[in-house]
C-alpha cells in the first residue's frame, strides 16, 4: 500500500505570497494517478488537480501541480483570502486509494 | 449538474449497524464508479471504498480497517448509492461523503456534503 506524506502540516503565509505543498509518496508512483484537493471548514473536498498537472473544471490557473516518482507539488502563484484551507493529495490507482495526511494553510 | 446527497447518518451504540444512502442526479449514475471516504471529527480524509459500474462488474473494494464490517453497494434504478456499515465502534464516528469517481481517471470528483455518524454509548 503507497503511503503520501504531506509537508509542511502547516503553512503560514500573507495573501499574494507563493505557497508551495509538498506530497511524497512510500514508494514511485505513477503521476497519472496522483490528485490535489481543497478542503474548507464544514464543507465537502474540491478537486483542484488530477493526473499531477491537469486542472480541474473551474480552478483558477494560480493552481498547479507537478512532480513524479515519489514528489508531488501543489503550488498556489499568489495566494487569494480564499485559498486559506487545507490541502489533500490522493494516490488513487490502486485499492486502496490513499489520501496524504493534510496541509493546512493558515494566514501569517 | 451532478448532485450527491448523503442520508441515515445518526447515534448509534458499539456493537451497532446503520445504513447510509446517497441519493444522485444530474448524471448517468449507472455508468458512474461510485465511491465512500469518511473523515473523523478534526482529522483528515480515509478512503472506506468504491463500487465499479454493472458495466464493469459491480464488484466493491474496501480498505482494510472496514473490509468485514462495511458493504457497499448500489440500486440503479434508484441512482442510489449504500453503505452498510456493521459492527461499529467509536473510531467509526465520522462524517461520510459519498463521490463520483471520474470516467477514465478514477479520482473522486464530485461529492456530497456528507452525513454524520456518531458512534457512543
Known amino acids: 500500500e503507497v503511503v503520501l506524506t504531506q509537508s509542511p502540516d502547516t503553512l503560514s503565509l500573507s495573501p499574494g505570497d507563493r505557497a508551495t505543498l509538498s506530497c511524497r509518496a512510500s514508494q514511485g508512483v505513477s503521476s497519472s494517478y496522483i490528485a490535489w484537493y481543497q478542503q474548507k471548514p464544514g464543507q465537502p473536498p474540491r478537486v483542484l488537480i488530477y493526473?499531477?498537472?491537469n486542472r480541474a473544471t473551474g480552478i483558477p490557473d494560480r493552481f498547479s501541480g507537478s512532480g513524479s516518482g515519489t514528489d508531488f507539488t501543489l503550488t498556489v502563484s499568489s495566494l487569494e483570502p480564499e485559498d486559506f484551507a487545507v490541502y489533500y493529495c490522493l494516490y488513487y490507482d490502486n485499492s486502496p486509494d490513499t489520501f496524504g495526511q493534510g496541509t493546512k494553510l493558515e494566514i501569517k | 449538474e451532478a448532485q450527491l446527497v448523503e442520508s441515515g447518518g445518526g447515534l448509534v451504540k458499539p456493537g451497532g449497524s446503520l445504513r447510509l444512502s446517497c441519493a444522485a442526479s444530474?448524471?448517468?449514475?449507472?455508468?458512474?464508479?461510485m465511491a465512500w471516504v469518511r473523515q473523523a471529527p478534526g482529522k483528515g480524509l480515509e478512503w472506506v471504498g468504491r463500487i465499479r459500474s454493472e458495466y464493469d462488474g459491480g464488484t466493491p473494494d474496501y480498505a482494510a480497517p472496514v473490509k468485514g464490517r462495511f458493504t457497499i453497494s448500489r440500486d440503479d434504478s434508484k441512482n442510489t448509492l449504500y453503505l452498510q456499515l456493521n459492527r461499529l465502534s467509536n473510531e467509526d464516528t465520522a462524517v461520510y461523503y459519498c463521490?463520483?469517481?471520474?470516467?477514465?481517471?478514477?479520482?473522486?470528483?464530485?461529492w456530497g456534503k456528507g452525513t454524520t455518524v456518531t458512534v457512543s454509548s
Open positions: 493526473g499531477t498537472s
Open positions: 444530474g448524471f448517468n449514475f449507472n455508468i458512474a464508479w
Open positions: 463521490a463520483t469517481l471520474k470516467r477514465g481517471w478514477r479520482y473522486m470528483d464530485v
